[in-house]
C-alpha cells in the first residue's frame, strides 16, 4: 500500500465562518486511505464562537497559543516557535496555510523547520480591501510579496482575490488556481414544515442576513435598508442570525426605530432559516466568497447583495439574484422588487440552486484539493 500523504492544515483560529467551516470539510472528507492530515490553530477570543466546540465536535486540532487574532510580538513569537518544533516532529509533506497570520508563521517555520514540505497557501478573501488601512495595507503588500516567491502554490477562493493579488504584485499567475469552496447540499423539508418548527408566520415574506455582526458587514446599511422597507410600505422582516461587537448596538437601533427586524444571535441552523426564508440579503463593503450565499444559494433563495469583492462568483445579476451598489436605497428598490414579484423570486432561486449544484458542491472543492496535494507531493 502506497504511504499516505500527510498534510498539515495550518489556520490562525477556528472562529465561526468561511475559512473554518471550509478546512473542517477538508479535514473530514479527504480519502484517509490516501492523506493523513493534521489541523493546527490558534484559541478564538472570548467574543467568537470557536467551530470546532459548537459544530465540528468530530475534528481532532492540535492548538498552539498565540497563533490566534490578536497580534502581540511576545505571543507572536511563542507561536513562531511552536509551529517550528512542530513541523520538525510530524514532518509534514504538505504545509497548507489559511489565513493572513497564520500564513506569516506558518510559511516562516516551514522555512525554518527545513523539512521540504510543499508550501501551500489559501487567501480566503480581499486581503487588501476593507481590513487594514493605509500603511498596514502596504506592509501586507510586502510581507505577502516575500512568502509568495517561497510558497508552491497559491490558492485564490474567488477569480477577484486572484486578480487584486496579482494586480499587487502578489505571486506570478502560474502560481494560481481558484477552487471556489464547496458545501455539503442541505437537507430538504418543506418551508412550511421548517416555519412551524421556527414558529414563523407561515405567509410573511422574510428576508435573512447570515454574518458576524461587525463593520465589514455593515450591519447599520441592513437596518437603512429595513426602515427603507418601511417608508416604501414594503411588508418583509428581516431575520439576522449572528453575532459580534456591533451586535448590541444594532439591536437597539431596530429596537428604537420599530423596525421589522428579529436579531436571533449566532445560529447553528443556518440550512434551516434558508430553507423558511424568501430573500437571503448581504451588505457587506466587501467580501470574498461568502459561504452563507451558498448555502442560500442552495436553498434556492434569490440573493441581494451590493457588487463587491467576489460576490459575482456566486450572484449573477438578473440570473440568481440582484447584485447593485452598496447604497441603501438602491438596495432598497431591488428588495422591493424581490419582496412584491414571487415569480422574480422563484426564477432566480431556482437558477441559483442550479448554479451552487455545478459549480460549489463539496466533491468539486475535494477534487481540486485533492488534485493539487496530489501534484505537489508528486514533485
Known sequence: MAQRIKVMQIIARMNVGGPAVI?????????????????????????????????????????????????????????????????????????????????????????????????????????????????????????????????????????????????????????????????????????????????????????????RLTHIKRPDRLLDIAAAMIKREVPIHFLIAGEGELFDSSKARATNENLPVTFLGWRKDISDLFAASDIAILTSDNEGIPLTLIQAAQAGLPILAPEVGSISDIVENDKTGLLTSPQPGAMASALSALATDADLRNRLGAAGKVRAHEYFSLERMLRDHTEIYNRSHNK
Open 23 to 211: 478546512v473542517a470539510e477538508l479535514m473530514r472528507g479527504l480519502d484517509s486511505s490516501r492523506f493523513e492530515q493534521i489541523l493546527i490553530t490558534g484559541y478564538c477570543d472570548e467574543t467568537e464562537a470557536d467551530y470546532l466546540d459548537e459544530v465540528a465536535t468530530d475534528i481532532t486540532a492540535t492548538r498552539i497559543a498565540g497563533l490566534g487574532r490578536s497580534v502581540s510580538p511576545i505571543a507572536d513569537l511563542k507561536a513562531f516557535f511552536g509551529l517550528v518544533r512542530t513541523i520538525k516532529t510530524l514532518q509534514p509533506d504538505v504545509i497548507h496555510t489559511h489565513t493572513a497570520k497564520a500564513g506569516a508563521l506558518g510559511r516562516l517555520a516551514s522555512i525554518i523547520a527545513g523539512r521540504g514540505a510543499v508550501r501551500i497557501h489559501t487567501f480566503h478573501g480581499h486581503l487588501l480591501h476593507g481590513y487594514f488601512a493605509g500603511w498596514k495595507t502596504k506592509l501586507v503588500v510586502v510581507v505577502e510579496k516575500f512568502f509568495a516567491k517561497r510558497t508552491h502554490h497559491l490558492i485564490a477562493i474567488g477569480t477577484e482575490v486572484e486578480r487584486e493579488l496579482l494586480a499587487a504584485g502578489i505571486g506570478k499567475a502560474s502560481q494560481y488556481s481558484v477552487f471556489f469552496p464547496g458545501l455539503p447540499e442541505p437537507h430538504t423539508a418543506s418551508k412550511a414544515e421548517i416555519r412551524r418548527k421556527l414558529e414563523l408566520d407561515p405567509s410573511a415574506i422574510y428576508c435573512t442576513f447570515v454574518g
